[in-house]
């Protein structure tokens, strides 16, 4: 599948050259509720990662710790990002770790593929993580905040005890939780791209 870029990938800084960051713009949930457009299924979905991404660390990093690596799939797109975004390793290159083709469709070449798949038109950026539903073939979710929000509970129904009561977001520590995260997305996490494009 191929389509001329929507934008280049110095589109991630303004004309004064500071770094901007776009908003994600699929935001549905999976939710353990009657008649959830989403619900929790074990193998029903798949996380497309970068391990060069930190945003895409923290979804691994939560998927592990609350136990779902047999309800959730995934693999990581190439290191490399060109012109087209991401791209998916080919199957002669010897990469390591899950950095492989794309296991669920053989003829997509990079993450826009998947993008384009659910809509045609699509002219916002291709990112990781990307939390993809197998069964009506479309992307869940690529805000990475909100991904690690599903898996701290919603899969809860389908784990082992153990992991059941790994609590990542407990009431009384909220909202320390909450200003860490805003130190650390605007200086660790968004600092990574802050530097980068400084030049």
Known sequence: MDKKPSGSILDWADKS????????????????????????????????VSY???????????????????????????????????????ADEKVPGETTPDPLHKDFTHLRDIYFEQNPEYEGRFTVPTLYDKKTNRIVSNESSEIIRMFYTAFDDLIEEQYKNVDLFPKALQKDIEAMNEWVYHDVNNGVYKSGFAT
């Open 52 to 90: 060069a991404c930190p945003w895409a660390h923290r979804a691994l990093i939560v998927r592990e710790l609350k136990g779902l690596n047999d309800i959730i799939t995934y693999n990581s797109v190439h290191w490399h990002m060109g012109e087209k975004g991401w791209r998916f390793a080919t």
């Open 17 to 48: 050259g500071e770094f901007k960051r776009q908003q994600s713009v699929f935001r549905s949930w999976i939710e353990n509720k009657p008649n959830a457009e989403f619900p929790p299924e074990k193998g029903r979905y798949h996380l497309y």
